[in-house]
């Protein structure tokens, strides 16, 4: 693999340092680095697990992504190119280490279930506390977020927008089909690969929907969290359908959610004031109807993720048909009700506008 940089010990790496690490930075090295000082040598699944990952075959790159308790590398497994997610537990919170731990064991035993093109392929796993290992298909293309601000100011053709809110819908639908929120559904957690394919990724906060309950003491992201989540009221699959309309806007805009508020400010706007990021103003109606629906603050109102599939299945056949589609298009005012219902009885050019049930 070209450009892999190999971690050394620090003691090792100290002298190429451009300035002197701060005293928190140092420990935070310290503790990350005694577990990457010779890749694949120093954490060693059980071996009795069947996902259980033969470390001798891991070889650990450069990080490109990282949160509070992980770290996100580039690697080879097995001469694969990979993602390699390390977990690191807390040796001075007993709770917050058990608590990893325990998201570990989930995060892993959803991925063993899931396949599908647009669902990030899990390879194997191990587990030697304090630290945990998750390896996944890499994807080079990175992040949809980070995509999406390298094209600012530049829209993407409606037409893109269009084939990755597809991608993401139908990765989702199958999900869902699967009994599993995602519950941190976001322009980060999506990635690109070949042929700008998107696929879902990172389940550590995911559940099943029999298993998940309130969102009390939940932890996600609070510019696409639901306003159910935010209050940490019961919640459904229906509050990945309301980040699919935050993310539906990022496609549309480029831009993050809320970007002039704090994530605190921007939770309480959306639980107490109802509000949500502008749509452009000139925003096709297809798109904007939608967005409005999957938003919305009732999530009975909301769609599932089959009828969202089935309308952007719809949006695309009819921009093949018609390139002027999204400039003519108006939905009808019974058409949020009766979409799928309309499918098996319309014609393609009436679909959506003008059926009557």
Not at 230 to 253: A, M, N, P, Q, R
């Amino acid at each position: 693999m070209k450009n892999l940089k190999w971690h050394k010990q620090i003691s090792n790496s100290g002298n190429k340092l451009g300035r002197r690490l701060s005293l928190g930075e140092y420990n935070r090295a310290v503790s990350w680095s005694k577990y990457l000082v010779s890749p694949g040598a120093e954490i060693k699944g059980e071996g009795e697990e069947e996902w259980s990952a033969d470390m001798s075959q891991l070889l650990i790159g450069s990080k490109f992504a990282s949160g509070r308790h992980s770290r996100i590398y580039r690697g080879v497994y097995k001469q694969k190119d990979v993602a390699i997610k390390l977990i690191s537990q807390p040796e001075e919170d007993e709770d917050l280490a058990a608590f990893l731990e325990k998201q570990f064991a989930s995060e892993v035993s959803l991925l063993l279930r899931l396949g599908h093109p647009n669902i990030i392929t899990f390879i194997a796993a191990c587990k030697k506390p304090p630290v945990f290992c998750i390896i996944t298909e890499y994807l080079a293309g990175g992040s949809l977020g980070k995509f999406l601000h390298h094209q600012q100011p530049n829209i993407l053709p409606l037409k893109l927008v269009l084939k990755l809110a597809l991608d993401i819908a139908r990765g989702m639908k199958y999900l869902h089909s699967q009994g599993i929120l995602h519950r941190d559904l976001k322009s980060e957690n999506l990635l690109l690969g070949e042929d700008m394919c998107v696929k879902v990724a990172d389940f550590g906060i995911s559940c099943l929907e029999s298993q998940c309950g309130s969102a009390k003491g939940f932890t996600g992201t609070y510019r696409w969290m639901a306003p159910e989540m935010i209050k940490e009221k019961h919640h459904t699959k229906k509050v990945d359908v309301y980040s699919f309309g935050i993310v539906l806007w990022e496609l549309l805009t480029g831009k993050t959610p809320f970007d002039n508020m704090t994530p605190e400010q921007a939770a309480y706007a959306v639980s107490h004031k109802n509000a949500r990021p502008p749509l452009p103003s000139k925003c096709p109606w297809a798109f904007s109807d939608l967005i409005n629906r999957c938003w919305s603050s009732n999530p009975d109102k909301r769609p599932h993720f089959d009828e969202i599939v089935s309308i952007l299945e719809y949006y695309t056949e009819s921009l093949q048909q018609d390139p002027e589609f999204f400039s003519t298009y108006k939905p009808s005012p019974t058409s949020s009700n009766t979409i799928l219902g309309c499918l098996p009885k319309c014609n393609a050019r009436h679909k959506f506008g003008a059926c009557k049930v």
